[in-house]
Every structure is written in C-alpha cells, then in structure tokens.
C-alpha cells in the first residue's frame, strides 16, 4: 500500500453536503419523514414510518458515497426475468467506497428500553477516523456537520448521536442519521449502490495494493423488498452475490490484474451455492461464521489501463437469484 494514497484526496463531507439538504428539502416528494432527537440531531426516515422510495435510495446512494458517486437506474441487469439494475461509478473509488460508503463503524447501546445496534456508513466515518482502514489510508476528513447512514428498522437513541457527534467533533444538532431499513425501496437502493464497494472491499481483504486500483463501475440488480428484515437483507446480498458485475481499471502487472480477477468472484468461496438467507441461516444468524470470501460480485472484468489486457472472471447465476427473489 502505498504511503500517499490519500494525499489528494478532497472532502466527503463538503461533497455530499448538497446532497443531503437536497434529500431534506424533497423529503416529501421522495416520500420521507424528518424529525429531531431532543439533543437536535435531525433523523430522516427512509422507510420504517414512511414509504421510502426508489429515487431516494438513489440519493442516499451518492449520499453514502461522500459525493462522489454517480449512480443512474438502468435495464442491463443481464437476467430476462429481473431486467431492473442500478448503475454505479466512483470518482475516487478506494475513499468514496472504502472512505466513506463502507458500513465499518459498529454503533451499539444497552438500556432498559432494549438494544440498539447498527452499522454506520458515509461521510460521518472519515470525520471520526476510528477504523483501521482510515488509518491505514492515512485520511481523516475535516467539516463542521457531517451525516451517517444506518441499515435499521429502529430509531437510534440519543446516546448514539451523542456519541456519534462527539467523536465527528461536532454538536448534535450538525448529526443527520438516515435511517434505510431493508423492507423499504430506498433500502434495497442503496444497498444495491454497494456492488462496487463490495469489489473494493474483497480487493483490500485480498491485499491487493488499492494505489493501483484508478477507476471502475458496477452495476447489480435491485432486489424487490423482502417484507422483513431477514429476508430483506438476504435478498440485497444476493443481488449482488449473484447478480453484481464489476469492471476496475488497475495499474498493476498482468499477473497482478490476472490474479485479482480469478480471487474477487463470489463463486471462489466455499459458502457460494444457496441464498445468503439459508447461509445466514444455517450459521445461526452469525456474520462471523460465513466465509469472508463470499461477499463479492458474481462477475468482474479487471483491465490493465498500462497493457490494455483485460481478465474476466466469475459468472451471473439466474437460477439462484430468481429463487431468491421469489420469482
């Protein structure tokens, strides 16, 4: 890895700041609820007492991704029976994906009222720079307000955004939590949005140098909404587990970029074969337990931007993605 990565990096939160006032201000037309903690941390409600919206997921999307991810609805999912798709293309891919729309910052708390717990993503992450992958890439970004994304299905308590706006080092009243629980369409969105993050992701699990990786877009299907959390969430891994394709452009050696290609798809792992709700399942409901090598793309093209050559690698899998899709 190399020591400058993010030397040039620019501001997730100066970014995607537009774009969240703009989710406010259409909150209505994109079919929204936005309220206030007592503390003033402001909430928008993607979906568990309101509709929630394909198009709101779309901006939720870039919103995850610092701003600077383009992300369009398409018909080239490559499935006849599920021809809907999402189209996603990072400006800077390892900080948008892996800088701030990568879900790594874990958010818990215990009371009496029960347990809360939801893994944060977007630009609010590159603020605090508590994981290892920000230190690792030596960023830390710098702004006075700054948003989080939660995948849940509960409002966070106010001890969270306390906690969240303490460690952004800024006041509570500068916090916006978007809350997408996986039963509403703009859930399903942006999880969707993540098929490029997901490549990036298994490229830094394999150690391959993210300095080499310069470009690259996804494109995924976008699962119908589950009804439940459960199968909601099994759904979205399997658009991607079986429907996502990836092309990153790499300046690497032939052999790096031949490497990468053969060790991304999802089909390398050794849980790779059902629906991820029967592996979830089956590993009693335990992230931990299933192979880490399973959260990949179906298909990747890798292209050396030195050679020109490109490696292809992994395959879409119809059959799997229509049974979970209940089709």
Not at 174 to 197: H, K, N, Y
Not at 236 to 256: C, K, P, Q, R, S
Not at 315 to 322: F, Q
């Amino acid at each position: 890895m190399s020591g400058n990565i993010s030397a040039n990096w620019s501001s997730v939160n100066a970014a995607c700041q537009p774009l969240v006032e703009r989710l406010v201000a259409d909150a209505q037309a994109l079919q929204l609820e936005i309220s206030t903690l007592s503390n003033g941390t402001r909430i928008v409600d993607a979906g568990i007492n309101c509709v929630g919206g394909l198009e709101a997921g779309r901006l939720i999307g870039e919103i995850c991704m610092g701003g600077l991810g383009t992300v369009t609805l398409g018909t080239n999912s490559g499935f006849a029976t599920w021809p809907w798709s999402v189209n996603v293309h990072a400006k800077t891919p390892v900080l948008s994906c892996l800088g701030s729309q990568y879900a790594g910052w874990s958010l818990s708390h215990k009371s009496e009222a029960g347990k809360f717990f939801a893994l944060g993503s977007g630009p609010g992450r590159a603020l605090a720079g508590k994981e290892e992958v920000l230190k690792e890439f030596g960023y830390k970004d710098e702004a006075t307000s700054t948003c989080i994304v939660l995948e849940v299905d509960s409002f966070p308590p106010i001890e969270v955004a306390e906690k969240v706006a303490k460690d952004c080092g800024i006041k509570p009243e500068d916090l916006t939590f978007i809350l997408t629980p996986t039963s509403s369409l703009a859930g399903v969105m942006q999880i969707a949005i993540r098929v490029l993050e997901v490549a990036m992701h298994k490229a830094h699990t394999l150690h391959f140098p993210m300095d080499k990786i310069i470009d690259g877009f996804g494109v995924t299907p976008v699962a119908p909404p589950g009804g439940d959390f459960i199968t909601g969430m099994g759904r979205t891994n399997d658009a991607i587990l079986y429907g996502g394709m990836v092309h990153l452009f790499v300046n690497a050696t032939d052999d790096e970029a031949r490497d990468l290609a053969e060790k991304m798809p999802s089909n390398t792992s050794s849980d790779y074969g059902r629906p991820f709700g029967e592996i979830f399942k089956a590993y009693e409901y335990d992230f931990f337990k299933i192979d880490p090598m399973l959260f990949s793309p179906a298909k990747v093209i890798i292209t050396n931007a030195k050679t020109g050559k490109s490696f292809t690698a992994g395959e879409l899998n119809s059959e799997l993605l229509t049974t979970s899709f209940g089709l």
